[in-house]
């Protein structure tokens, strides 16, 4: 294990912000840490990279007891939401910070920060200021810069959480392409279950300072172990005591015994998918995915009654 | 644009040029007309006699004494006061601002309590043949004390706007508190400190009261600039009084447009989207992203 977190509790005055967490990261993989905010993710991150102390518990970096460790003896990459970019450097000397502080010669960094630039495609930028840069440019900046010291682990707070939706969108891939050829084992934090299933190996699910699941992405998403996990991770709808999928419902225009009656408010053509949102007779709100075939072939119209029966449902003991 | 609004306009600018002119251009202009009324020679005489040179060299002894150390500990007070919590924060943070409300006078005449013949400490110190009151060092204290708020003051704010990201990213880089201090703390207020810096030496360089009370006004021993200035002109020796101020009111004018300066170049670079935050690109060319490309 490259990280293993044990017990740990961190409290800021009355506020439990990591309630007796513990978590394995294997060696070389992708890790996300994903949940709503509030629910303690960062908090566990800072405590991995010594940036926070724990009240309780221990973290071991690489089988090593690192809880005494001081921040700058962890050897850690730690990229922040905010790029936090050294304002008054250019970004050679950005990447270079590292290098410099360990005393590297001037040859050896400058080859280093010369296949770092390169690596996160920043060529041509090197004497340019952070303020020149896009939100982009910069947190691939600020990547190069926690890469260059060859952390043991590296750590993302909500990296792409500042940025537009497309750059995000780009970012993510790249990412996952970049640990493809950099293997280090990394750790990311995000609100956003989509760039978590999209990036992530492994996904680790907080809620209120507790870890509710890991597992990988199709593993939470199928096999979710709780309510929380199940409305977390993808969309849900709680029918009764059951919850569904909205894609695990199925529409007819009779009813047959198994089904509910229910009216159709809208139909929101998104393209291929098609969101058929309904209104059932007690009033709730609920929404079912279909293709756009299957509302053809249905000749859905909104205002029409239907009948819905859930293929699939899940059901928690009380919560 | 209609004419009322026009007028408007300049009848705005109208009264602001002529409050400054009135009441800061015209006193500071006359003396330059006053001290040259006769001739450069008797200024010159002045300003250049045993006294005018001694205390020319006095104000330079107090301000480069005040103003580094208030420099040092205005930084270091700035970063424990935003950088730190604890009990005591909010008393420490009025007191700073204690030699902008206390009047000068009274700051003078509080030191003479402690430092003066019959004060907590002067006495002792004075059988030890150490005179602080009536002498230097009470003038470089008095100076110290009403130029202390300007750094800490200038320096706060920038600590608070940066944050703290900066120095965590350098530390996780493995940089010990003192590299950190060095290499990214100080150059990201280094606007900040120098504003502060000028800023108190235009308050050192023109400080009377307080100095002047616990100087005892010797001349050619404990007189600076404007003690100087005031003894020549209540002397009826208008010129060198106007000589003296001229050469003080050079001073400060050198301080006020390197202030000027570095306002600028500080405006400058925060213009260029140096708040670090989504803030788009304002300079340099827009290049595409690379992946932008790739996608």
Known sequence: ?319 | MSAASRLQRFGLRGIALFYLTALLVVPVGIIFWKTFEDGIGPPLEAITSPEGLHAFWLTILCVGIAVPLNTIFGVLTALVLVRHKFRGKAVINSLIDLPFAVSPVVIGLALILIWGQDGWFGGFLEDAGFQVIYAVPGMILATIFVSLPFVVREVMPVLQEIGTDQEQAAETLGASPRQTFWKVTLPAIRWGVAYGVVLATARALGEFGAVSVVSGKIGGQTETLPIFVENEYTNFNLAGAYAAAIVLAILALAVLFSMNMLQRRARKSEDSGDDGDETPVTTGVFVPHPIEKEA
């Open chain 1, 1 to 319: 294990m490259a990280i293993e977190v044990k017990d740990v509790t961190k409290r800021f005055g009355d506020f439990v912000a990591l309630d007796d967490v513990s978590i394995n990261v294997p060696d070389g993989g992708l890790t996300a840490l994903l949940g709503p905010s509030g629910s303690g993710k960062s908090t566990l991150l800072r405590v991995i990279a010594g940036l926070e102390e724990p009240d309780e518990g221990q973290v071991l970096i690489s089988g090593e007891d690192s809880t005494e460790t001081r921040v700058q003896d962890r050897n850690v990459g730690f990229v922040f939401q905010h790029y936090a970019a050294f304002k008054h450097m250019t970004v050679f000397n950005n990447i270079a910070f590292g290098l410099k502080i360990r005393g590297e010669g001037n040859g050896e960094i400058k080859e280093r920060v010369r296949q770092l630039i390169e690596l996160v495609h920043l060529k041509g930028f090197e004497n340019r200021f952070p303020n020149q840069l896009s939100g982009g440019q910069r947190q691939r900046m600020a990547l190069a810069r926690a890469l260059a010291v060859e952390p043991r682990v590296l750590l993302l707070d909500e990296p792409f959480g500042a940025l537009d939706a497309k750059v995000r969108q780009e970012l993510r891939t790249w990412l996952r392409r970049l640990h493809d050829e950099v293997h280090v084992t990394t750790i990311f934090v995000t609100h956003d279950q989509e760039e978590a299933m999209e990036v992530a190996e492994q996904i680790i699910v907080m809620n209120d300072g507790r870890i509710e699941q890991s597992g990988g992405p199709r593993d939470l998403y199928e096999h979710p172990a709780s309510e929380f996990v199940m409305s977390f991770v993808g969309p849900a709808h709680r029918l009764g005591t059951e919850w569904v999928r909205p894609h695990d419902v199925e529409i007819r225009h009779e009813p047959n015994g198994q089904t509910i009656e229910a009216l159709v408010d809208r139909i929101v053509h998104l393209g291929f998918e098609v969101r058929v949102e309904l209104t059932l007779q007690d009033g709730d709100h609920f929404s079912v995915q279909l293709t756009r075939d299957q509302v053809d072939e249905l000749e859905l119209k909104e205002g029409q009654i239907v009948f819905v029966r859930p293929r699939q449902t899940k059901t928690f003991a009380s919560a």
